[in-house]
């Protein structure tokens, strides 16, 4: 477990009513179950609660990998082919366990929590099929928990024509709101990468860039059994394979225009076959950054800032390429006044919030849904 002993308050409170709300959020990294409270009328963050991560073993990471490579077959979003029915219901007693652990390690008790917002993990995303597919039993979460809890989140989206996906921005506007001068950028580095776009008057653009770390995990893995680069320590060995790059950079979905989104394993190691594992990872974390800096010309106005969350942040090699390459001022989360580490998971909890009162979570500008849509499914507890 990881604490990110970073409890603060954002924004003041005020006279409506708030919501003590508890997200979960297992990232296309599957590194662990981020936890993380907020209290939130759906509107504006009154206050940031604890955080933590609780990692994965070894095996379930591999139980993981098994289960998307199982996903694979899927044609409908309920099927759940080979193992898929038993990981599902490992990870949800996971969640459950993860969600006992934190509130024995704040001195909480299960009736602070108002309500829970649960991800899942994504094991297939093919928006061009209009399918997605997070495994993650809500109904068990919520009577393991004895707490109401919303899930599904990006259902409801996909049936009015959304992508499905990036569901985080509606949270980074409310952060923001509060806490940095406009138009800005969020740049979340997990499995995947992504950006929101934030006008001065709120307006939202949001996309998938392009891989975050998980090629780069998948390489050192591959090449050296480690789970990440840490540090970035193996790319800055490395020499960038400019044409590799540049070969990248002319794959069909960096030439599409907004809103999109991808699957963890879109792209694959080719790109670097053959290479030693420094140059390999430095390739591949300049594709990373070079794919985010793409995103630019999606963007109708420049950002006076990018903010940039999730476990990229960490990699001072990848954090340098982006300075060379990004237009305006690169931040980390933690400078701009976030928790990088618990941005998503509290943009769960933030849309459980938004869900339980009808707000809509998505937008024409962030998935490409036809109209500002709430969704996600309500479990009560006391129903079941
Ligand atoms: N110290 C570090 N040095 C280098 N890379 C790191 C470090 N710490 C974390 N990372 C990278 O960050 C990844 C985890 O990022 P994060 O927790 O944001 O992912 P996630 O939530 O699973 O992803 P997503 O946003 O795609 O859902 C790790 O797999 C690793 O590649
Ligand atoms: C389908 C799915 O799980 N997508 C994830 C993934 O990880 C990053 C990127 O791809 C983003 O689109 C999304 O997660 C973030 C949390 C989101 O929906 O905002």
Sequence with gaps: MRDHAQEGAIGQGDMREMIRALGLMSGTSMDGIDVAMIETDGERVVRSGASMTFDYSPEMRERLATGIDQARSINGRCERPGLLADIE????????????????KSCLVRSDIDVIGFHGQTVLHRPEDHLTVQIGDGALLAKLTHRPVVYDLRARDMELGGQGAPLAPV????????????????????????????????????FDTGPGNALIDDWVRAKAGRACDIGGA?????????????????????????????????????????????DGAATLTAITAETIARARSLMPEAPLAWIISGGGRKNPTLMAMLQ??????????????????????????????????????????????????????LVDPASI
């Design 171 to 206: 949270y980074h506007r409310a952060l923001l709101a509060e806490l940095a001068p406009r138009p800005a950028v969020v740049v979340n580095i997990g499995g995947v990468g992504n950006v929101t776009w934030i006008s001065a008057q709120g307006d939202l653009i949001a």
């Design 89 to 104: 219901r490992e990870l949800t007693e996971l969640h459950a366990s993860a969600v006992s652990a934190f509130l024995r």
């Design 234 to 278: 193996l790319a800055a060995q490395g020499r960038v394979d400019e044409a590799a790059v540049a070969q990248f950079g002319m794959h069909p979905y960096l030439e599409l225009s907004a809103p999109k989104s991808l699957d963890r394993n879109t792209f694959s190691l080719d790109v670097v076959a053959g290479m030693s594992i420094e």
């Design 324 to 377: 060379e390459r990004l237009p305006g001022e690169v931040l980390s989360a933690e400078v701009a006044g976030l928790n990088g580490d618990s941005v998503e998971a509290e943009a769960w909890a933030f849309m459980a919030v938004r869900s339980l009162k009808g707000l809509p979570i998505t937008f024409p500008g962030t998935t490409g849904v036809r109209f500002p849509a709430s969704g996600g499914v």
